[in-house]
């Protein structure tokens, strides 16, 4: 206990030496989240996310939680830089893809929409996944505080765990 107490503590010294910045990362996720999730449009232009469904007090709860999560990741990841403290990138990129395809999802059609050169170059029809999509957004939070956890405790230990973990005899990649 003793431990999870004191990651806490050095997590919320790492917030609070950077607290201005936390706090325009969090205003700047809500802003970019409420209009992707089409809470309001561009003034004077009417540029935005037609939703093809009501707006809920969960939907509200969600967006401000992935702006809390993905700012904090992001100050965590940026003292981590700063401090050179060792990491695996291959880990962070991955993650990052995965969320840049999930991203892709448009909340009109409820599609996935892979754009080429200004064109839609395909379209996946994803409609049957929206009576899914309260667990969806359940397990993508979940993922997301696994991630901040991960990133703070090797703050914390100054040790990569990930990189901790051996590859099988099998594996193409080599020993580290």
Known sequence: MKKKENLLKHTWSIIKSNKKF????????????????????????????DRMSLVGAGDYFFILGISALISLFVILWG?????????????GTTGGGIAAFAAGICPACQGIVLVALGATFLSIPTAFLVPYLGLIKTFSIGLLILVVYIKADNLYTKTCKTCLIPFSKGSKNKER
Do not use: C, D, M, T
Request: no cysteine; aromatic share 20%; hydrophobic share 55%.
């Open 79 to 91: 003292h981590e830089r700063k401090n050179h403290i060792q990491s695996n990138a291959v880990i």
């Open 22 to 49: 936390f706090l325009i990362l969090f205003a700047g996720a809500i802003v970019l989240y409420s209009f992707l999730y089409g809470l309001w449009k561009i003034p004077f232009i009417g540029f935005g996310i």
